[in-house]
């Protein structure tokens, strides 16, 4: 089976081929990995051997491998990890805040990766020699829900429904201020700071990626809000970018909110998912509450 399967969900405009697969691969190869993959057939669009400046549209259907010479460095490591459900092809992790989800420039221990790699067992190729199993994110700051997969056909079942946006992710924020309606919907595309490298921001630039963040009012307090946030899409930051933006940033939030906030953590925790199972085809819902160390609503 090959380890790529996508289906290209809506694009404002066609795409290079390359450029999108790169983007859908969400930097797991290069871009001129991607390319010479597309160039020797190894990828192929919707069934045909495609030039990387090939066009891609909403519904095509992209398939292959692309194969890499690199070989995992990663430590395994004996850290505890909050498991709420594991079967021979997926795993929920109740993700302690702190932890990074995968090794990046600078951090190759402590991880999520370096966790389960520790445990034993399989897990999934499908984002890259270093990142077995990870089939999404969640910020270091953020506790809470991540799925892991067990083996490569999890992982393409799972990956795809991310893509077409059927995978549901609900979290509880504490914000600051009182927001003034019950519900909203943030649309506003988020890209790179210019400024700042660290950072994410609103943005109008054409490199700027389509951003949906929905919210609701749980509790109202004096100085805070307590939000339930369903996003739509996954973009970095994307929560405390789109809070910030409307006036209402994450509590504890030293990059999007004040850096001299009190809060001992960022208040914001993935409190369910909600996915189709790759193997019984049925939906499956978890849940988190927030743990003990969660900001109090002020």
């Known amino acids: 089976m090959p380890n790529i399967q996508i289906t290209v969900p809506s694009l404002p405009l066609p795409e290079r081929l390359d450029a999108y697969l790169t983007k859908a691969l969400a930097g797991r190869f290069s871009r001129q990995e991607a390319k010479a993959a597309i160039e020797s057939g190894a990828i192929v669009l919707n069934g045909k051997k495609a030039r990387p400046s090939a066009l891609v549209k909403a519904g095509d259907r992209l398939e292959g491998d692309i194969p890499t010479e690199r070989k995992s460095a990663l430590e395994a490591e004996n850290l505890p990890l909050q498991v709420i459900y594991e079967d021979e092809s997926l795993l929920v992790i109740d993700k302690a805040v702190g932890m990074a989800v995968h090794p990046g420039a600078g951090r190759r221990q402590g991880t999520l990766v370096n ?11 499908g984002s890259g020699v270093d990142r077995p199993g990870i089939v999404h994110r969640l910020d270091k700051d953020t506790s809470g829900l991540i799925v892991v997969a067990k083996n490569n056909a999890a992982h393409r079942f799972l990956q795809n429904q991310f893509a077409l946006r059927t995978f549901t992710k609900i979290y509880t924020a504490l914000v600051k201020g009182k927001v003034e309606f019950d519900r909203g919907h943030i649309t506003d595309a988020i890209g790179r700071d210019p400024r700042v490298r660290n950072r994410m921001a609103v ?6 990626r389509e951003a949906h963040t929905q919210y609701r009012v749980l509790e109202r307090h004096r100085h805070t809000t307590l939000l339930e946030v369903k996003i739509l899409t996954g973009r970095t930051h994307q929560i405390r970018v789109h809070m910030a933006h409307i006036g209402h940033p994450v509590v504890g939030d030293r990059i ?21 199972h790759p193997v019984t ?3 499956v819902k978890f849940h ?9 609503p002020q």
């Open 115 to 125: 966790a389960l790699l520790g445990r034993g067992g399989k897990l999934s190729a």
């Open 256 to 276: 999007y909110g004040s850096k001299q906030d009190p809060a001992a953590r960022l208040a914001l925790h993935a409190t369910e998912i909600e996915f189709v």
């Open 281 to 283: 085809q049925k939906k």
């Open 203 to 208: 943005s109008s630039e054409a490199d700027a």
């Open 288 to 296: 988190s509450s927030p743990p003990k160390d969660f900001p109090v």
